[in-house]
């Protein structure tokens, strides 16, 4: 059973910034996976952040284009979100997902069968 693990999360002021981890378990070939990162804030919807297909092909939300960084170390089974000059708005539950199969459209969290417990981030102004 596949199972995913997030790190990472914590307080920082608006500017800052902070690393994501999350850990990949129960399946050999997990370079074959979708992998994804999705957050929600209270009272909003689930946002998909960040995807990597293949470690050549990632996507990003407009809303965090030119500041957040997915990287994932198949060696390590490990998938990264580095995130730069964060903002109060960027405040969420982050979490890490993954799919064997396509997800359809790569951030729609619908496509994703696994999911972590979460890591949650906070930017104070």
């Known amino acids: 059973q596949v199972r995913l693990v997030e790190s990472g999360g914590g307080s920082v002021q608006a500017g800052g910034s902070l690393r994501l981890s999350c850990t990949f378990s129960?399946?050999?070939?997990?370079?074959?996976?979708?992998m994804a990162w999705f957050r929600q804030a209270p009272g909003k919807e689930r946002e998909g952040v960040a995807a990597?297909?293949?470690?050549?092909?990632?996507n990003y939300a407009d809303s965090v284009k030119g500041r957040f960084t997915i990287s994932r170390d198949n060696a390590e089974n490990a998938l990264y979100l580095e995130m730069n000059s964060l903002k109060p708005d960027d405040t969420a539950m982050y979490y890490c997902?993954?799919?064997?199969?396509?997800?359809?459209?790569?951030?729609?969290?619908?496509?994703?069968?696994?999911w972590g417990q979460g890591t949650q981030v906070t930017v104070s102004s």
């Open positions: 129960g399946d050999t070939f997990y370079s074959r996976y979708y």
């Open positions: 990597d297909v293949d470690d050549h092909i990632q």
């Open positions: 997902a993954a799919s064997r199969s396509p997800p359809g459209w790569i951030l729609n969290g619908d496509g994703y069968k696994y």
